[in-house]
């Protein structure tokens, strides 16, 4: 059976520092893509991040690009999400989730997700 399961979520002041982390079980981290999306309430889900098993490339979201760094462990079968310099906008429900044998993560054309950790920063 395919999992995701996201971890590291929490309450931060906003300047602060989280670093998310997607352990993978069932398949291994050798030739997909891994997308970090985020939903906060009333606001349509967004891709803010998205790194390629095959080569490494990874692409971000202009609202965390400068702040947040995507980064694998195929190892480990673990995908992390560094996050600094956290703004109360960046308040949401983080998803992980896979494109099995993919390069890019489409908003539409996930295989798999995890069910998300909460993500809170306050002002």
């Known amino acids: 059976e395919v999992q995701l399961v996201e971890s590291g979520g929490g309450l931060v002041q906003a300047g602060g520092s989280l670093r998310l982390s997607c352990v993978a079980s069932g398949f291994f981290f050798d030739d997909d893509a891994i997308g970090w999306f985020r939903q906060a309430p009333g606001k349509e889900r967004e891709r803010i991040s998205c790194i390629a098993s095959s080569d490494g490339s990874t692409s971000y979201a202009d609202s965390v690009k400068g702040r947040f760094t995507i980064s694998s462990d195929n190892a480990k079968n673990t995908v992390y999400l560094q996050m600094n310099s956290l703004k109360p906008e960046d308040t949401a429900v983080y998803y992980c989730?896979?494109?099995?044998?993919?390069?890019?993560?489409?908003?539409?054309?996930?295989?798999?997700w995890g069910k998300g950790t909460l993500v809170t920063v306050s002002s």
């Open positions: 989730a896979a494109n099995w044998y993919g390069t890019t993560c489409p908003d539409d054309g996930m295989d798999y």
